[in-house]
């Protein structure tokens, strides 16, 4: 079924970077046909398509408001929606209070509804692919599948017993599974996971990077996040963990490096002569106090970067607006620049920056006529994004979660008036709030940890 949305300013987000103030795309649930002005149009339904024309079936009205590709969230941990607003100002937290509860309290049940949770979330801020890395990743996966949106899924690998895993390193195996599981999925993509740098051997994030070759899958994990991971690499290797990774052979294209904060000038050229990406969290970054990626530097040496969300617990919220005006601001703040990072660039790395960190920027991250059609309709009409002189400004700026009106992906309707299509909100509430019951218990006896 062909759907037509016109009268919309069209943000293509193309290489000509083409905005239509009045404007038109029609798309199905294969791929996107065209865009442009509505003045274009051959009447009503009718759009000239390489001299062919296409009539479509359903008209939508975009009522002025701003349309543009689906947003890509290239790091996340949805499952940990229930550790949300627990502890946000515990230092350590991770290993004094995260790792024990999830050890304790995670269960396959309960990550399968936090993710359905999660996902609406992500749906109903205008994020139309995800890249998520947790344990029972076969159930994100399969939650994934089930809500309708584009998902890459990574089993966490890491030198620990695990709430899927009594096995040091089990998660390899369970990566594995994912891979052959999923594979050749036209939504759901299964990735390695290796944790991050300071959490597996050296032995392990070799393997971990030899099973994603094998797979031609990508291989995402924390770097250069922690202060206690510098000092170890310092203290162990008399390296920076990026330079350890170099040695080691497992940077490369296919290589997500998430957070990267604490890099080196020597670290940032290693990552572009690799081509290794980078998935940049400002908002979790900064309430841990952990420091200012140095995106300037990254992009000017050639570095693919995109933004991401990190956990619920991490950033507390899943949307990218929150992340594109944090950033813009940190980013200007840090350099003492307010000409740097303009609007455009940073919706950029929210869609095509995304698309590429996940090595599909021939598929998604603009509108484009071959490309699959996900994409997200913003309502004008709300008290906060009004006057609109430049869609990129408001995007980054004004808007926020509450002004996405309707979201497509694969070309079907999963957000329409800000509401759910496909799924009940206060349904998905009351599954995760019923499994998680245990874990609420556990966290409670934990609750001594946070003091």
Known sequence: MKTLIKHSTVLTMDKEKNVYADGYILFDEEKIYGTGPCQD??????V???????EADMLVDGQQGILMPGMVNVHCHIPMVPFRSLGDDCPDRLRRFLFPLELEAMTPQLVYAATQYGVAELLLSGVTSVLDMYYFEDEVARACDHMGIRAWVGETVIGQETCDSKEPYGGLKLCRKLLTDWRGHSRIHPFVAPHATNTNSPEMLKAAWDLAR???ALCSLHVSEMDYEMDYFRQTYQKTPVRFLYDLGVLGPGTIGAHCIHVTSEDIRLLAETGTKVAHCVVANTKAGKGICPVKEMREQGVTVGIGSDGPSSGNTLDLFTQLRMAACCQKTKYHDRSLFPTEELAELATMGGAAVLGSENQIGSLEPGKKADLVLIDTSAVNMFPVYDP???IVYAANASNVHSVWVDGRRLVENH?????NLKSLRGQLEGEMKAFRESAQKSAHVLR
């Open 214 to 216: 094998e797979f031609d």
């Open 392 to 394: 990129y400004a408001a």
């Open 48 to 54: 000239l398509v390489n001299g062919r024309l296409e």
């Open 41 to 46: 149009l051959q009447g009503d339904k009718k």
């Open 419 to 423: 509401r759910l299509t496909r799924q």
